[in-house]
Each structure stands twice: as C-alpha cells, then as structure tokens.
C-alpha cells in the first residue's frame, strides 16, 4: 500500500506549540514582572515624597528650634494654653512680671516646639514630638518605635524612618537624635547632660491615606495599561502562531505534495520509476532473509502509440488512468504497481510460494486489459505484452531484474502480443542486438556517420524543378547504408530523435546556403519534424534563434509533421507552429490520409501544404477508391486555399492523373530517388537556371 511517510512538519508542529506557550507564559510573566515593578516604584515613589516631606518638616522644626535654643526661649503670657513650665522651676528667671502687670513665663525651646507641633497636627495632620529615654516631662514618654529608635541613636544611628500605624492610620515616621549644645545645658544641665550628649530624638510622622490614595490610582492605571499591553500580546502570539500554524500546514501540504510527485505518476497515481526501484529492492530483501520468491511483471501496451496519434493524448491518457486502475484491481494489496513512463507498467509480486502463481496474475491482466475502453463516446481496443523474470534464478539485482523483464516482454511482442513470456537466458542475447543498436547510434550521432539525401519536389503542372525533400540515412561503417525505417523507431524510443532531429536541420541549412552561393536556387526545402522533437521543451525557442542565425532560410523551410502533432492540444500545438510561421517556416501535413485526417485541424490550425501518402498514390490509376480520395483531398485542400503534394509518383499515368486533378506538386521515383548531396547538386545543374 502506497503510505506518505511520517515529514518533519509533524515534530515542527509539537515544537511550534511548545514555543507558543513558552511565549504565552512568558509573556505573562514578563508582564507581571512588569507590573511588579512598576508597583513596587510607585510604593516607592510613595514613601520617597512621604519621605521628602517628613524631612522638610523636621528640618522646619529644628530650625524654630535652633532660633528659639539661640535666644534662650520666648517669654509668653501665662495663659491656659502657656501655662508655667513645672520643669523649668529651677531656673530663676522662668517667671517675670512686666511694669505693666503683665505675668510671663518662659517657653524653652523644647516646649515652644512641642506647642507648634500640636498646632500644626491640629491643621496639616502632620505630627511632631520630642522624646527621650529619660523623659522630664511624661507627656514626651516614648512608644515602643521610639524606644527602639532612641536606642538605635545611642548606637551611632542618624535616622531611623518606617511605615507605622497610629490610631489605626498609616503614618510615615521618621526620627533624628536630639544633640546637646550649650544653648540646651540651661534647662537640662542639672539633669547631668553635657554638650554632645544624645538628649532624646524629634520626630515627625507624615500621614500616607493622602499618597496611597494617589498611588492607587496610578496602580490603578498601571495595571490596566500593563492589561492592555498583556491582551495585544497575548493576541498577537496568538496571530502569530496561527499564521505560523499555517506555514507549518501549508510547508507540510507542500513537503506532502513534493514528496508524491517525487515518488507517485502523477497521471495514474502509481509509484513512479524512482518509487518503483525503492520498492523493489525492499521487497528483495525481504524475500532473501525469508527465502521467498519473488516475480516482477514488466507490461507494454500493445498499440498505444497508435491511439495516441489517433485520437490525441489527452485520450490517451484517459485511456492510461482506466489501465492503472485495471492493473491494481488484479493484484493483491503487498504487491506493488508502478508506471515506469508513457505506455509501460509494472508489477512486483512478494513472497511467492511458486512461480507459477505469477502466470495466473499475468493471464488475470491480460483479461482485464483487452476489455473494451470507452472512453469520451470513443470504444478503444488494447492489448498488452507482458515480459515476467523471477527472483532469484533470474537474477538478485533489481537493475538486472528490470532489464530481463524488459527483454521478456519484447520477446511476448514478437511472438503475436496480447501474451505474456517467462524471461529466459537466451533472450539477452537478442535483447543485446536493440542495445548495441542504441549504441551505435550514439556513436553514428558522434562520429558523423549521418548524411542527408535529398529528393526533388516538381511543379505538377509544368514538371519545373521548385525544392526538395531532406532525408537522412546512416552510413555504418559495419552495416552500409541504414535506412531510416530501420532506425528511426529506436531513435525515437531512446529519445536520439531529438538531437537526430537537430543534425539534419543544421545541415540541411547548410547545404542549402553552399546551393545559393553556387547559384542553384530552389524555393522551398522540407524537413521531416518527429512529434517528439516538436513537443520538447524549449523547441519553438531554438528554431527561433536557429532561423535568426540562418537569414537565407527566411521563407524557404517547409516543416513536414504529421497529423499526430495536432492532437495533443493542450501543448498548444497551434499557438507553437503560428509562431514558427510567422517567421516564415512553412507547414505541411505529411502522410496526410492514413491517421485521422480530420478536416477541423486543417481549418483550426496553421497549415499551408497538404502531402498525399504514396499508399493512395500507387493504385489511383486501377483503384476507383483511391482515385476518389485523391481527388476528394485535391478538391478539399483548394478549397481550404491549401496546396497539394503528391509523394511516391512513379508512372506517367499517375503524373498525367494528377496533372488533371489540380495537384500542385509531386515527388517520387518518376523523377528520382532521394541522393546524397554531389547527385542532386548536378542534379539542380541540369534542371535549374544557374542565376
């Protein structure tokens, strides 16, 4: 069974969703992260001004304190608010009485601060106090932060600043040690402090429901900006790995399709050539390590070719499909069907118990091959030929095997077709003949061993000499003169026609410009073009560059093709032969009667000349049918504004027949056979105008 194997694209789908939610989860993270830090900044922002603001009002403080330490205190009036300082009773001076009556007490500076701090928490919500571990006055007893802080400063600690609740309301708090000076051994000397000793600390506590109110907001913000920026990369992930999701798909579809046209005919869907030999070998190890048999089927159809030119290729390729279909539905599903290329098929057949089981599959196949084919309105007849080698007493290579399947099913041709033939040793040696063959024409392509024969073409009418007919023939240096029936066929088969082809139309173009510089001119020279060497790629591109080099053809070269170049439409046969008329090339329809010679071709496409096929030409004197079609095919060319060759005249009656009809042109044994060059360069001498 034909399984497209397990690609790549699988393992890349798993890891391309892995990477997406490594990127998903990242991301998040990379977000939160973010946010994190964004909220930790503002926290910190937060108490940074809380900060800023605690410090400027301690230093507010310190600085009403310095004024009031520098001048030694304030005098005030006695009242409920100032009352007299139980503290300051040991010094003299703490109450005074003005001329006027006036009762005053003194405020040292700790008690005028401690007033401006009430004052300015009764306002700002900002409170202030002075403490110490050793209070004088209760009310600046410490609370356990303090104590802490206080002890801290006896320590060596500057500041000492935290985030604390009071009354149930977060405060910042920041506190600095109080130092003696002398301004300050007034009031506390005789409590035996000295000048730089650490008297207590000042502190202030900012209020923070104001800052984290704001701070909320703008974490608020944040978190709902940082949302935002999380769901457009979450969403964009999401693109991404779709679209990528998509490339994977779309490259696995093409790896799929890549690796089936590299591995499957894309006409039948059979394993091809390459799929074919990998299959082979496999099945042939499988068979070696289980001492089994195995059979391979090598199957040709039996006048495909001639369907094919008949009724067009994409018929024939319908009529391809319908026999691969046959073909599978006679094996068994371990075996293996394969079109190795245009007509041929093969079958491998595994674990074989007894070879004889293979006859009765090749039998099964010739059955089911020569049913009828209807296709498109059409009933087509086929036969196939069928050359069967088996493993391992005709060989354990699968390149061996292939090739005595190959020369079985030649030999099943030769002996009446619609058979199958077991491949035999004596075989190879008929097979080596085809082989040597091929060989040899390479080596004839190479060495020179081609040489065009030319045979004139007459004006029917007045027997004036106006072109003629390039055909090549082969000199083989062990075979003589080899007629073109005799190796065109394997040229064709080989693929040899094609640069065959191309030889003799360099040098028909070259023998016709030695002609023009001798003054020997004739109008026209025809050169026979295979449906091959036509349909190949890249062929109208270098006729076009051929006719741009070669000016004195312009005009003169007449393409003889046969009807089955038309068939095949979807090349565009049409579009390719206008535009090769376009620069002058003639065409002509050669052997014009014997195929399917249909009159919608000739109005459809390009055409100038029509050829008669000299089997019609033979009898036209004695047959009444022939002489009918000849003149039925003069009649119809004319009318379509085509002119007429008439090929193989070889009697006057015949040229007199034709003569009669209207024929334009003829050419044939009545005038000469086709001769090497010199002869028919003496031969334009004698019939020609020397200009």
Same mark, same amino acid.
């Given at each position: 069974?034909?399984?497209?194997?397990?690609?790549?694209?699988?393992?890349?789908?798993?890891?391309?969703?892995?990477?997406?939610?490594?990127?998903?989860?990242?991301?998040?993270?990379? &977000?939160?992260?973010?946010?994190?830090?964004?909220?930790?900044?503002?926290? @910190?922002?937060?108490?940074?001004?809380?900060?800023?603001?605690?410090?400027?009002?301690?230093?507010?403080?310190?600085?009403?304190?310095?004024?009031?330490?520098?001048?030694?205190? &304030?005098?005030?009036? %006695?009242?409920?608010?100032?009352?007299?300082?139980?503290?300051?009773?040991?010094?003299?001076?703490?109450?005074?009485?003005?001329?006027?009556?006036?009762?005053?007490?003194?405020?040292?500076?700790?008690?005028?601060?401690?007033? *401006?701090?009430?004052?300015?928490?009764? /306002?700002?919500?900002?409170?202030?106090?002075?403490?110490?571990?050793?209070?004088?006055?209760?009310?600046?007893?410490?609370?356990?932060?303090?104590?802490?802080?206080?002890?801290?400063?006896?320590?060596?600690?500057?500041?000492?600043?935290?985030?604390?609740?009071?009354?149930?309301?977060?405060?910042?708090?920041?506190?600095?040690?109080?130092?003696?000076?002398?301004?300050?051994?007034?009031?506390?000397?005789?409590?035996?402090?000295?000048?730089?000793?650490?008297?207590?600390?000042?502190? %202030?506590?900012?209020?923070? $429901?104001?800052?984290?109110?704001?701070?909320?907001?703008? #974490?608020?913000?944040?978190?709902?900006?940082?949302?935002?920026?999380?769901?457009?990369?979450?969403?964009?992930?999401?693109?991404?790995?779709?679209?990528?999701?998509?490339?994977?798909?779309?490259?696995?579809?093409?790896?799929?399709?890549?690796?089936?046209?590299?591995?499957?005919?894309?006409?039948t869907g059979l394993s091809n050539r390459s799929l074919f030999l990998?299959?082979?070998?496999?099945?042939?190890?499988?068979?070696?390590?289980?001492?089994? #048999?195995?059979?391979?089927?090598?199957?040709?159809?039996?006048?495909?070719?001639?369907?094919?030119?008949?009724?067009?290729?994409?018929?024939?390729?319908?009529?391809?499909?319908?026999?691969?279909?046959?073909?599978?539905?006679? %094996?068994?599903?371990?075996?293996?069907?394969?079109?190795?290329?245009?007509?041929?098929?093969? %079958?491998?057949?595994?674990?074989?118990?007894?070879?004889?089981?293979?006859?009765?599959?090749?039998?099964?196949?010739?059955?089911?091959?020569?049913?009828?084919?209807?296709?498109? +309105? /059409?009933? !087509?007849?086929? !036969?196939?030929?069928?050359?069967?080698?088996?493993?391992?007493?005709?060989?354990?290579?699968?390149?061996?095997?292939?090739?005595n399947a190959d020369t079985a099913m030649y030999r099943a041709k030769?002996?009446?077709?619609?058979?199958?033939?077991?491949?035999?040793?004596?075989?190879?040696?008929?097979?080596?003949?085809?082989?040597?063959?091929?060989?040899?024409?390479?080596?004839?392509?190479?060495?020179?061993?081609?040489?065009?024969?030319?045979?004139?073409?007459?004006?029917?009418?007045?027997? +004036?000499?106006?072109?003629?007919?390039?055909?090549?023939?082969?000199?083989?240096?062990?075979?003589?003169? &080899?007629?073109?029936?005799?190796?065109?066929?394997?040229?064709?088969?080989?693929?040899?026609?094609?640069?065959?082809?191309?030889?003799?139309?360099?040098?028909?173009?070259?023998?016709?410009? #030695?002609?023009?510089?001798?003054?020997? #001119?004739?109008?026209?020279? @025809?050169?026979?073009?295979?449906?091959?060497?036509?349909?190949?790629?890249?062929?109208?591109?270098?006729?076009?560059?051929?006719?741009?080099?070669?000016?004195?053809?312009? @005009?003169?070269?007449?393409?003889?093709?046969?009807?089955?170049?038309?068939?095949?439409?979807?090349?565009d046969p049409g579009a390719r032969l206008d535009t090769l008329r376009?620069? +002058?090339?003639?065409?002509?329809?050669?052997?014009?009667?014997?195929?399917?010679?249909?009159?919608?071709?000739?109005?459809?496409?390009?055409?100038?000349?029509?050829?008669?096929?000299?089997?019609?030409?033979?009898?036209?004197?004695?047959?009444?049918?022939?002489? @009918?079609?000849?003149?039925?095919?003069?009649?119809? $060319?004319?009318?379509?504004?085509?002119?007429?060759?008439?090929?193989?005249?070889?009697?006057?009656?015949?040229?007199?027949?034709?003569?009669?009809?209207?024929?334009?042109?003829?050419?044939?044994?009545?005038?000469?056979?086709?001769?090497?060059?010199?002869?028919?360069?003496?031969? *334009?001498?004698?019939?020609?105008?020397?200009?």
């Amino acid at each position: 069974m034909n399984r497209v194997p397990i690609l790549n694209t699988q393992r890349d789908e798993k890891r391309l969703q892995i990477l997406l939610w490594i990127a998903a989860v990242s991301w998040t993270l990379l &977000v939160v992260a973010l946010l994190y830090l964004a909220i930790s900044n503002e926290n @910190s922002d937060m108490l940074e001004l809380a900060r800023q603001e605690a410090v400027a009002n301690y230093h507010k403080d310190q600085a009403f304190r310095v004024w009031g330490t520098k001048h030694g205190g &304030v005098y005030v009036p %006695v009242s409920e608010q100032t009352p007299r300082n139980p503290y300051l009773a040991h010094i003299p001076e703490r109450d005074l009485v003005t001329p006027s009556g006036r009762e005053l007490t003194l405020m040292n500076p700790a008690y005028m601060l401690r007033q *401006m701090m009430g004052d300015y928490n009764e /306002h700002y919500g900002v409170k202030g106090k002075i403490t110490s571990l050793n209070p004088i006055n209760p009310i600046n007893t410490p609370d356990e932060w303090e104590i802490a802080a206080l002890k801290g400063f006896e320590a060596g600690e500057t500041e000492r600043i935290d985030v604390r609740e009071i009354d149930g309301h977060p405060f910042l708090r920041l506190m600095r040690p109080m130092i003696m000076n002398e301004g300050c051994v007034k009031c506390h000397g005789e409590y035996g402090y000295q000048v730089g000793d650490v008297r207590g600390g000042v502190g %202030v506590s900012v209020p923070l $429901a104001g800052y984290i109110e704001v701070t909320n907001e703008h #974490k608020q913000n944040l978190l709902v900006g940082l949302g935002l920026i999380w769901v457009i990369g979450m969403v964009s992930i999401q693109v991404v790995g779709r679209n990528s999701k998509q490339r994977v798909k779309e490259r696995k579809q093409y790896e799929e399709k890549i690796w089936h046209q590299a591995n499957f005919d894309t006409l039948t869907g059979l394993s091809n050539r390459s799929l074919f030999l990998d299959r082979l070998e496999r099945a042939l190890a499988y068979a070696r390590r289980h001492d089994y #048999k195995l059979a391979l089927l090598f199957i040709d159809l039996d006048g495909f070719k001639d369907v094919n030119d008949t009724l067009g290729h994409a018929h024939g390729d319908l009529l391809l499909q319908e026999a691969a279909k046959r073909l599978q539905a006679c %094996v068994r599903e371990m075996d293996t069907v394969s079109r190795l290329g245009g007509d041929e098929f093969t %079958v491998i057949l595994p674990e074989l118990a007894e070879s004889i089981s293979a006859a009765t599959v090749a039998g099964t196949i010739l059955t089911s091959l020569a049913r009828p084919y209807v296709i498109e +309105g /059409h009933e !087509t007849q086929l !036969t196939a030929s069928i050359g069967i080698t088996v493993y391992p007493q005709d060989g354990d290579d699968p390149g061996m095997l292939l090739q005595n399947a190959d020369t079985a099913m030649y030999r099943a041709k030769a002996e009446g077709r619609n058979t199958f033939r077991y491949f035999t040793w004596e075989m190879n040696k008929e097979a080596g003949g085809r082989v040597a063959m091929e060989a040899s024409l390479r080596r004839a392509l190479r060495n020179g061993e081609f040489e065009l024969h030319y045979q004139p073409i007459l004006n029917a009418r007045d027997g +004036g000499l106006i072109g003629a007919e390039a055909l090549i023939r082969w000199i083989s240096p062990e075979n003589g003169i &080899v007629g073109p029936s005799e190796f065109i066929p394997l040229a064709e088969k080989s693929g040899l026609i094609i640069p065959i082809g191309e030889w003799v139309m360099r040098q028909a173009a070259s023998d016709l410009a #030695k002609w023009d510089a001798m003054g020997l #001119k004739i109008e026209h020279l @025809s050169v026979n073009v295979s449906m091959l060497q036509f349909q190949a790629m890249g062929f109208t591109k270098k006729m076009l560059e051929f006719l741009a080099s070669q000016p004195h053809l312009q @005009s003169r070269l007449l393409f003889e093709i046969t009807e089955s170049v038309y068939m095949d439409e979807s090349r565009d046969p049409g579009a390719r032969l206008d535009t090769l008329r376009k620069e +002058g090339v003639g065409i002509a329809i050669d052997d014009f009667g014997t195929g399917y010679s249909s009159l919608g071709y000739l109005k459809r496409f390009p055409v100038d000349k029509i050829k008669i096929d000299r089997s019609f030409i033979r009898d036209v004197i004695n047959d009444p049918d022939d002489a @009918s079609l000849c003149e039925a095919i003069i009649a119809m $060319a004319h009318h379509l504004k085509l002119r007429v060759v008439a090929e193989g005249v070889e009697t006057e009656q015949q040229l007199q027949f034709l003569q009669e009809r209207g024929c334009d042109f003829a050419q044939g044994f009545l005038f000469s056979k086709p001769i090497p060059n010199a002869q028919f360069t003496d031969y *334009m001498k004698n019939n020609l105008e020397i200009k």
